[in-house]
Structure formats: structure tokens, C-alpha cells
């Protein structure tokens, strides 16, 4: 059974800053990419920070994608983004995908259809 795990969220001030975690379970990652996307109220969901397990390529596709910054730890088949200077139009539930593509083409949604996480809310907010 394929799960992604989201953790991390939470309520932060502007300015401030968040890691979030994704866990990827049942599935081998050596092929794949899994990426973050986010969904703010009346918006569609969008991808801005992709990583491929096959060769560390990234893949950024938001303009303030400066503030975030995807890594990973292979061994744990976990991916992180980290957050700083956060501000409250970052406000959104934060979604980690899987899909066995490229990073561009995973955070663009042009390759097979991923594996999604449940979400995890981060609020930006003083």
C-alpha cells in the first residue's frame, strides 16, 4: 500500500519559518519524483518545489520559489522543504505527490497520474 505521510504544518508568524516533512511508504523511489504542491482557498492546486530520487535534479516553478528549498534523505525515502521568510499569501494545505516521471513534469501534473499525502496546513499569521 502507497502512503505519503505530511508533517510539519502549523501556525508561524510572518517572517518566520517551517520544515516540512513528507514520508513515502510502499513504493520504490528510485524512479520517481515527489514534490510539493499547495492549495490555497478557491485555488487550484500548484506545484513549486520537485526532486527526482533517480538523480537529485530539482525542479522549481514558482517565482518566490527563493524562500523554499526542496531536499531529501534517500535512506528514510523522505523528502523536506524548508520555508523561511514566510509571508501570509503562503497561507495553504501543503501536499507532498509521488509520480514516476521528472521533477518538471511531476510539478507541472504532464506525466502519469501521482500518488497524493492528505495534506498538512500551514497558516501564515501574526
Known amino acids: 500500500q502507497v502512503q505519503l505521510v505530511e508533517s510539519g504544518g502549523g501556525l508561524v508568524q510572518p517572517g518566520g519559518s517551517l520544515r516540512l516533512s513528507c514520508v513515502v511508504s510502499?513504493?520504490?523511489?528510485?524512479?520517481?519524483?515527489v514534490g510539493w504542491f499547495r492549495q490555497a482557498p478557491g485555488n487550484r492546486r500548484e506545484g513549486f518545489e520537485c526532486?527526482?530520487?533517480?538523480?537529485?535534479?530539482?525542479y522549481s516553478l514558482y517565482s518566490v520559489a527563493g524562500r523554499f528549498t526542496i531536499s531529501a534523505d534517500n535512506a528514510k525515502n523522505t523528502v523536506y522543504l524548508q520555508m523561511d521568510d514566510l509571508k501570509p499569501e503562503a497561507t495553504s494545505v501543503y501536499y507532498c505527490?509521488?509520480?514516476?516521471?521528472?521533477?518538471?513534469?511531476?510539478?507541472?501534473?504532464?506525466?502519469?497520474?501521482?500518488?497524493w499525502g492528505q495534506g498538512t496546513q500551514v497558516t501564515v499569521s501574526s
Open positions: 505527490t509521488a509520480g514516476r516521471t521528472t521533477p518538471q513534469r511531476l510539478c507541472e501534473l504532464r506525466g502519469p497520474v501521482p500518488y
Open positions: 510502499g513504493l520504490d523511489l528510485g524512479s520517481y519524483a
Open positions: 526532486y527526482s530520487f533517480e538523480d537529485a535534479s530539482t
